[in-house]
């Protein structure tokens, strides 16, 4: 329902409403299963994690944030400079299912164990009414898990996460082959890389900096320089940003086309490294991250990798925000990791370097 182009709000308040609560109605361009136009969603949560939910579900679908496709209707306070959001009342759901053509119920975590509304869920279950949690909805939407309603219990009952004992030797295998593989093939090209990065600054060819890695344990990873050698004589710590004035003229072009990272095959070799995983972090930023990023160690628990389901799937970031962004992705890949999905995130690297949109 709209009003001069904008989302109506509307009251399913009462005696019997749920405090804290909203809901919004979207229709997605198809069905969280995936098989083709999807009917009306309904998301009951707290009205911010709602109203994120509902923008997150239009944007992926192309839906504008403001105007919206045919079909899309907010039910409470999604409305511009709205403050205050409505109640949402459990007793009323069954006539929102009617009205609306609801065919699936989003409920955010952060509600709590609301008997009332775990009763009308479960009707509505038994009417062909499929109902879902948020972060599970989410990960499927967007291939990442979402960090702001993320719970313990869902970590620890979500379906995946599955790191069996074979997987981790057939992977380590591969690593160790590939690892050794390229070493030699490549190495009339690393030859060359260390030739145009003597002649073209002052320093060494090789860089070394402690990293975070299995199980928290600090290791150095190598990498090919491709900043001033006093690149962090005056500030200290800082992250690389983007067209950072420290990069070098070789080493830009080397970062571009990810070519600097090449040296961390003798990482994998050294088992500190696979080729997949999560970017490994500097010791000081992980103190930092750890403070302010809620589950930032679980990515502990994987090796680190070269690449990374979030290095192919997020720009580059320097900052708190961005680190939580990645996370959500690394995440992702530690529920799904497979030998197939490296194969996949593999190949989304290869298109990176070769179409040289590397950071």
């Given at each position: ?14 005696a019997?409403?749920?405090?804290g609560a ?23 949560g ?11 579900i ?11 496709a045919?079909?899309a ?11 205050g ?9 069954e ?19 609301n ?10 279950r038994?009417?062909g009414?499929?109902?879902?949690d948020?972060?599970g909805?989410?990960e ?19 379906e ?53 890695g ?18 962090e ?19 830009a072009l ?5 070519l ?5 095959v003798?990482?994998?070799?050294r ?5 997949v ?20 160690d ?7 990798g070269?690449?990374?389901w ?7 970031g ?31 690297t290869?298109k990176?370097v070769l179409f040289?949109?590397g950071?």
């Amino acid at each position: 329902m709209r009003a001069n182009g904008r989302l109506k709000t509307e009251t399913t308040g009462g005696a019997r409403a749920l405090p804290g609560a909203t809901a919004a109605v979207v229709q997605p361009a198809r069905s969280s299963a995936g098989n083709g136009a999807g009917d009306s969603v309904l998301i009951i949560g707290t009205p911010a994690r709602t109203e994120m939910l509902y923008r997150e579900i239009r944007a992926a679908f192309g839906q504008p944030d403001d105007a919206g496709a045919a079909g899309a209707r907010g039910l409470h306070d999604i409305e511009a400079g709205g403050n205050g959001l409505r109640r949402f009342d459990p007793e009323k759901l069954e006539r929102m299912l009617l009205e609306t053509g609801v065919s699936e119920v989003i409920v955010d975590g952060g509600l709590g164990g609301n008997q009332e509304l775990a009763d009308a869920l479960i009707a509505c279950r038994f009417r062909g009414v499929r109902v879902r949690d948020s972060v599970g909805y989410f990960e499927d939407l967007e291939q990442k898990v979402w960090l702001e309603a993320l719970s313990k219990e869902w970590l620890m009952f979500s379906e995946g996460f599955n790191h069996s004992r074979a997987y981790r030797l057939v992977k380590r295998a591969l690593d160790f082959v590939c690892a050794l593989v390229l070493m030699v093939a490549g190495a009339p090209l690393l030859a060359v890389i260390a030739i145009a990065i003597k002649l073209d600054s002052r320093g060494p060819v090789l860089f070394k900096q402690e990293r975070i890695g299995l199980n928290s344990e600090p290791f150095m990873l190598y990498k090919f320089r491709s900043m001033r050698d006093d690149a962090e004589k005056d500030t200290g710590p800082v992250w690389a940003g983007v067209d950072d004035e420290r990069v070098t003229r070789v080493g830009a072009l080397l970062r571009k086309f990810r070519l600097d990272e090449l040296p961390q095959v003798t990482n994998v070799v050294r088992n500190e490294l696979s080729f997949v995983g999560p970017r490994p972090e500097r010791p000081c930023f992980v103190e930092l991250l750890r403070e302010e990023i809620p589950f930032y160690d679980v990515r502990h628990l994987l090796k680190p990798g070269i690449t990374g389901w979030a290095q192919v799937s997020y720009p580059y970031g320097g900052s708190v925000e961005d680190a939580a962004h990645k996370l959500e992705y690394d995440l992702w890949y530690a529920k799904h990791a497979s030998i197939g999905t490296d194969l996949w995130v593999l190949l989304k690297t290869v298109k990176v370097v070769l179409f040289g949109k590397g950071r």
